[in-house]
């Protein structure tokens, strides 16, 4: 777990609320709330970002698999018409 800024201003908030300064306490609360809001956006962003990027890998995989595939079909569809037209001829 880490401690950031919003459970710093949560147990502040406390600490306030609790000796009655409750003006001061409601807007650490508040702030707190809104901190950890921002940064639970920001890291969702961040895992976003990372799966379309293996996303993004796993495409260009399949790419270079198929492109592969395509290219051995092409040399085994060759091989298969040279072999059947030889040259039976004595020369």
Do not use: C
Request: aromatic fraction near 6%.
């Amino acid at each position: 777990m880490r401690i950031g800024m919003p459970e710093i201003l949560a147990a502040g908030s406390v600490v306030l609320l609790a000796t009655g300064n409750s003006t001061f306490g409601w807007v650490f609360l508040g702030l707190s709330i809104v901190g950890a809001a921002l940064r639970w956006g920001v890291e969702l962003q961040s895992i976003q970002q990372e799966q379309a990027k293996k996303k993004e890998e796993g495409e260009e995989l399949a790419k270079i698999l198929t492109e592969a595939g395509k290219a051995f079909s092409n040399l085994m569809q060759t091989s298969a018409y040279s072999n059947s037209r030889k040259d039976s001829n004595i020369h």
